[in-house]
């Protein structure tokens, strides 16, 4: 069965501070992964997606994240946070049929500033 | 080009009670999935409805139940509901013939309380 963890419950960073979310998982195949977004009272925004290729994914609001498979790991950065980017964050893995994503706990991001 | 849409936004009933749910997919989406969101928590999958037909199920019980509509448009029900069934439920649309790599769009979801 497929899985996702999301070790970091809460994270607070500091306004322009690099930040790293932290996505580990289980699946038996190659995986494909997500990372989305979500802010309060929101629906989920895709921010970036890997399924082949290159393992450093380039997303949307300057996200980026690398797949590395002898980690089972698919970590998400950011060089310079904004305050806007406080949200929930979460990861997320397909199964082969494309119909069914198994989310991690997800992230809370604070940003001080 | 609307996005997924979804009412109502919010919903607060009894237990025991029934619900309904709506969602329209994205504008070219045919392929409807439902997750339930609880309080601090991931979504959960619930189920898809792809042709009007119920494509793939997660691990819920019978009491959720859901139709697809030739609109594509589809309905989350809930039959007596208890305390627990509270949470965010979120509709996701996905393009004809789903493949892993596509991206599921989400609508903004409705919150439903139990009492």
């Known amino acids: 069965a497929q899985s996702v963890t999301q070790p970091d419950i809460h994270i607070t960073v500091s306004e322009g501070a690099s930040l790293e979310l932290r996505c580990n998982y289980s699946?038996?195949?190659?995986?494909?992964l997500f990372w989305y977004v979500q802010s309060p009272g929101q629906g989920l925004q895709l921010l970036l997606k890997?399924?082949?290729?290159?393992?450093l994914v380039q997303g949307i609001k300057g996200f980026e994240a690398e797949f590395k498979r002898s980690q089972s790991s698919f970590n998400l950065r950011k060089p310079s946070v904004h305050w806007s980017d406080a949200a929930e964050y979460f990861c997320?893995?397909?199964?082969?049929?494309?119909?069914?994503?198994?989310f991690g706990g997800g992230t809370r991001l604070m940003v001080k500033p | 080009d609307a996005g997924v849409t979804q009412s109502p936004t919010h919903l607060i009933k009894t237990r025991g009670q029934q619900v309904t749910l709506r969602c329209s997919p994205k504008?070219?989406?045919?392929?409807v999935s439902w997750y339930q969101q609880a309080l601090g928590q991931g979504p959960q999958f619930i189920f898809q409805?792809?042709?009007?037909?119920?494509?793939q199920r997660g691990n819920f019980p019978d009491r959720f139940s859901g139709h697809q509509f030739p609109n594509y448009s589809s309905e989350l029900n809930v039959n007596a509901l208890l305390l627990g069934d509270s949470a965010l439920y979120l509709c996701?649309?996905?393009?004809?013939?789903?493949?892993?790599?596509?991206?599921?769009?989400f609508g903004p979801g409705t919150r439903l309380t139990v009492l």
């Open positions: 997320a893995v397909i199964n082969n049929a494309g119909n069914m994503l198994t």
């Open positions: 699946y038996g195949a190659t995986p494909y």
């Open positions: 890997y399924f082949s290729g290159d393992t």
């Open positions: 504008s070219g989406h045919d392929t």
């Open positions: 409805y792809y042709e009007e037909e119920e494509r």
């Open positions: 996701a649309s996905n393009p004809p013939v789903p493949e892993p790599t596509d991206t599921q769009y």
